[in-house]
T-cell receptor, first 114, second 118 residues
């Protein structure tokens, strides 16, 4: 079945440093979504990328979707303590997007030291 | 955005008892809801897809008799962990999509239910 691999598993940064997490799929994805889960909380949707080579920005966050639509990245510029949490990428599961099922990557746990 | 509410947030039970977790879509109707399980510092593992008015679809390796799912209305799905054992202790999270909304297919997650079986 489809696998979504995410690296690194952990990332510790000093406040102000940049952070990047990478996501790779074994198959071509129709779209990819990114979620953030704060410690003790539940996942919250950040963004969805659909087009090949797409780049989207949300303030200090930059999301990219690879040309082959098999990889994606999330880059945070100048991290802040509020960025702490686990970042997950997720691709459509069996049945495609319309079915609603998602396969999540392993997640990257980000800690930011003040 | 759409809101999904999950109850209870925390539950502690004795081994051998059953625990019911509720998942409600508060401001939209959800014909399909998804139940995930998450261990500490790990990813979300899909357990089953809850379908309104029909049987749930379970992922490979998930015991359907152990994890009973009922989706009796368009706004409520329940997960019952039957004859719970300590290895069932985990964080259970439900999610749903607002198909009538203007969002791009995102999943809205409940707050999660942390189950501890003694």
């Amino acid at each position: 079945g489809q696998q979504v691999m995410q690296i690194p598993q952990y990332q510790h940064v000093q406040e102000g440093e940049d952070f990047t997490t990478y996501c790779n799929s074994s198959t071509t994805l129709s779209n990819i979504q990114w979620y953030k889960q704060r410690p003790g909380g539940h996942p919250v949707f950040l963004i969805q990328l659909v087009k090949s080579g797409e780049v989207k920005k949300q303030k200090r966050l930059t999301f990219q979707f690879g040309e082959a639509k098999k990889n994606s990245s999330l880059h945070i510029t100048a991290t802040q303590t509020t960025d702490v949490g686990t970042y997950f990428c997720a691709g459509p599961g069996a049945g495609g997007t319309s079915y609603g099922k998602l396969t999540f990557g392993q997640g990257t746990i980000l800690t930011v030291h003040p | 955005g759409a809101v999904v509410s999950q109850h209870p947030s925390w539950v502690i039970c004795k081994s051998g008892t059953s625990v019911k977790i509720e998942c409600r879509s508060l401001d939209f109707q959800a014909t399909t809801m998804f139940w995930y399980r998450q261990f500490p510092k790990q990813s979300l593992m899909l357990m089953a897809t809850s379908n309104e008015g029909s049987k749930a679809t379970y992922e490979q390796g998930v015991e359907k008799d152990k994890f009973l799912i009922n989706h009796a209305s368009l706004t409520l799905s329940t997960l019952t962990v039957t004859s719970a054992h300590p290895e069932d202790s985990s964080f259970y999270i439900c999610s749903a999509r607002d198909l009538a909304g203007t969002n791009t297919g995102e999943l809205f997650f409940g707050e999660g239910s942390r189950l501890t079986v003694l």
